[in-house]
């Protein structure tokens, strides 16, 4: 394990954070300091706009971490990437807000006829005004809109492996053209091997983006 600390805001959720999940501690390379943010539940995390007052809550905790002298700073949330610009402008460390952040380079990668799919706890609340982006939701899927949408203190994982891995297959039924996926969610990263497996194709999520960071720190 690495010797560097890594600053993680954490959602205030009550489902199980499997291994792979960013907000289980044993899924990082390295030491993290979790901080919770009370009250930024997933709907109002996954809202239009989300509340002033979170947002300042957002910053005390990236602040917070700071102070802690961890090398950089993430959360558990891919649509925190809304915060990325306002987190950077308040802390002196690295801010990793998203898997989403690695979109431009996954895009300047792949073959030109290649397009990204990125699959996200809800399609309608995402908007990715990029070409070669296709997005599907999990929304609609039973156990992850119980376990994960619902807040449940319980998650079927073999459930959720087999939603997530039908979603990626259907979308590369209806569309040749997905050279990868990119998880936007958190807590669909204990299934990106599954998807590889079936789909054949890379996976790029939140614990690629970690893992890329603290390469350059070693």
């Not at 979170?54 to 649509?79: D, H, M, P, Y």
């Not at 005004?129 to 203190?153: D, P, T, Y």
Request: hydrophobic content about 40%.
């Amino acid at each position: 394990m690495r010797s560097n600390t890594l600053g993680v805001i954490k959602l205030d959720t009550r489902f199980p954070r499997v291994l792979g999940d960013a907000g289980n501690p044993k899924s990082y390379p390295c030491a993290v300091r979790i901080k919770t943010v009370k009250g930024a539940t997933v709907d109002k995390v996954l809202s239009e706009n989300l509340e002033e007052r979170l947002v300042n809550s957002f910053v005390k905790a990236a602040k917070s971490l700071e102070a802690q002298r961890v090398v950089g700073i993430t959360t558990t949330c891919g649509f925190l990437v809304r915060l990325q610009n306002k987190l950077t402008r308040v802390v002196e460390k690295p801010v990793l807000s998203s898997s989403l952040l690695q979109l431009p380079l996954i895009l300047s990668i792949l073959p030109k006829r290649k397009i990204v799919c990125v699959i996200t706890a809800d399609s309608t609340k995402l908007a990715l005004n990029k070409k070669r982006v296709h997005v599907v939701g999990m929304q609609n899927m039973k156990e992850f809109k119980s376990a994960i949408l619902g807040n449940s203190s319980t998650l079927n994982t073999k459930k959720l492996k087999e939603e997530v891995v039908a979603v990626a297959k259907r979308a590369l039924r209806k569309n040749k053209n997905i050279g990868c996926f990119l998880l936007e969610c958190t807590n669909l990263s204990p299934y990106a091997k599954a998807i590889k497996r079936a789909t054949g194709l890379p996976v790029f999520d939140h614990n690629t983006m970690v893992r890329w960071f603290l390469s350059a720190l070693d």
